[in-house]
């Protein structure tokens, strides 16, 4: 895997988003310098209205737990903004592997509206379920998404 932190400075100063710049400047100098074998655990940035936390795996393999935006934030675009600018922070550090459960967090979402907007995204079902509940194993392969060609 690609030096995570190496990868989030190019962000900073790459022009990803100014919401990632600032989310990101405070937690540069705590994060680790990591290689391969060593693990970012639950990592939690702020992009915009939602909060993200997410974990990196001694594989290189993301793992998003969380994606939170206020209700009243909701349906303005916020969770697919922040959630692009996550996807181009872990492309960009190396991250291939994308992973995380379809499962809402409150009863104002439904299970269904929740998977089509990952799907939208990109991401595929496993077919994997994750607890009893039968929420969805999802998995993105950042290297099937197409290019930016300026």
Known sequence: MANLIGGLGRVLFG????????????????????????????????????????????????EIQSIRTPISKRGQGSARNALNELLSIFEISG??????????????????????????????DTGETANMAGDKVMKLNLNSLPKDTE
Not at 24 to 47: D, H, S, Y
Request: hydrophobic fraction near 35%; charged fraction near 25%; charge should be negative.
């Open 15 to 62: 022009g990803v988003g100014k919401d990632v710049a600032d989310a990101l400047g405070n937690k540069i100098g705590a994060l680790p310098t990591t290689t391969k074998g060593e693990v970012f655990p639950n990592e939690q940035l702020k992009i915009g209205d939602t909060n993200i936390i997410f974990s990196i795996d001694e594989n290189g393999i993301a």
């Open 95 to 124: 991250v291939n592997t994308v992973k995380l459960i379809s499962s809402p967090l409150d009863k104002k979402t439904s299970d269904n509206k929740l998977f089509n907007f990952y799907k939208d995204m990109g991401f595929e």
